[in-house]
């Protein structure tokens, strides 16, 4: 089983058109020399356009969120069909940004899971525990039930496009990222529970939280790191393309 890195760029709310036209172009030209998946994960709004944009790059586009009704009266949501029809090959599900602020629980995480694979998209979903939950010596129990609750609904053939980002809410925009040893540890942890469910898939595991240019290297080392998901890094095109080399650099 192979071992493709990706390294996915969440803008979160962020930019404004003209920024948001600028980094896609810069992100196109960083990452074009480099053996990995990229994705850029822009505010719904830029969508169209930014997947206009990577036509003919090595450049994905996903989204950060979606409703996991197909259709109807949910007014301000977007559903997981319609992204897939903009052109979007990835959607997020449970960031804890969406877990914290607007209350999704592990099974709003699983519709939403089941509906972007359904669409035909690459779901990353996310899990990880809190300040809290790590000090009360509860951060792998906390992932266990998040990747449990979302493994268990996923039929055998949906695996292939599935990946997982583990992301400690305490390192998220801190700028205090995990040490390698302790994402690893987590990893590790979750790979065991992929394999179980899917022994013949490799599922991407990607490392969020305080990933930048200075700490990629040293976390792509670890094995069962398959890539990052970054916040605020991935909204400097020369930055974002840093992480992306140190990706190529681990993976070849
Ligand atoms: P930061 O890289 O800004 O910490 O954000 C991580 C994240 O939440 C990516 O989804």
Partial sequence: MSRTFL???NWKMNTLPEEAESLVR?????????NVNVAIIPPFVYLFDAVRSVQGSSVAVGAQNCHYEKK???TGEISAEMLAAAGCRYTLAGHSERRLYFGESDEIVVKKTLAILDAGM???ACVGETLNERQAGNALKVVERQVDAIVSKIDKDAFANVAIAYEPVWAIG???AATPEQAQEVHKFIRTILTTAAPDTHIPILYGGSVTDANATELF???DIDGALVGGASLKADVFGRIIAAADKASS
């Fill in 7 to 9: 390294v996915a760029g």
């Fill in 26 to 34: 810069g992100v196109i030209s960083v990452a074009e020399a480099a």
């Fill in 221 to 223: 080392a670890q094995p």
């Fill in 72 to 74: 109807g009266a949910f």
């Fill in 174 to 176: 801190t700028g205090l």
């Fill in 122 to 124: 690459t779901v990353i």
